[in-house]
Nanobody
Framework: QLQLVESGGGLVQPGGSLRLSCATSGVTLDSYAIGWFRQAPGKEREAVSCISTTDLYYVASVKGRFIITREKAKNTVHLQINNLKPGGTAVYYC???????????WGAGYWGQGTQVTVSS
């Protein structure tokens, strides 16, 4: 059974940075793509970035500010989020699925519990 656990959230000032982590267990990262999503208060969950064994994907709003990486030895995917904007408070979730479903259609069959990112001065 694939399990995902996010960590690394916290309080950050506008313009600041955080590094989020998604630790996976139950399967190896070679079998699944891992994606990051976020949900701001009162809004729907939206896709942010995705990584497979061969490709990286970013939505337009985070290109140049967010960086997704895989730490294969630890079965962990990281999301470096830089230059956080005012109003950027959201719960960040990681999800897993096959690449076609996750990185192209932004659908995930497995989800973590989320990590809170609060942007405030």
């Amino acid at each position: 059974q694939l399990q995902l656990v996010e960590s690394g959230g916290g309080l950050v000032q506008p313009g600041g940075s955080l590094r989020l982590s998604c630790a996976t267990s139950g399967v190896t990262l070679d079998s699944y793509a891992i994606g990051w999503f976020r949900q701001a208060p009162g809004k729907e969950r939206e896709a942010v970035s995705c990584i497979s064994t061969t490709d990286l994907y970013y939505v337009a709003s985070v290109k140049g500010r967010f960086i997704i990486t895989r730490e294969k030895a630890k079965n962990t995917v990281h999301l470096q989020i830089n230059n956080l904007k005012p109003g950027g408070t959201a719960v960040y979730y990681c999800g897993a699925d096959v690449e076609q479903a996750l990185c192209r259609l932004w659908g995930a069959g497995y989800w973590g519990q989320g990590t809170q990112v609060t942007v405030s001065s």
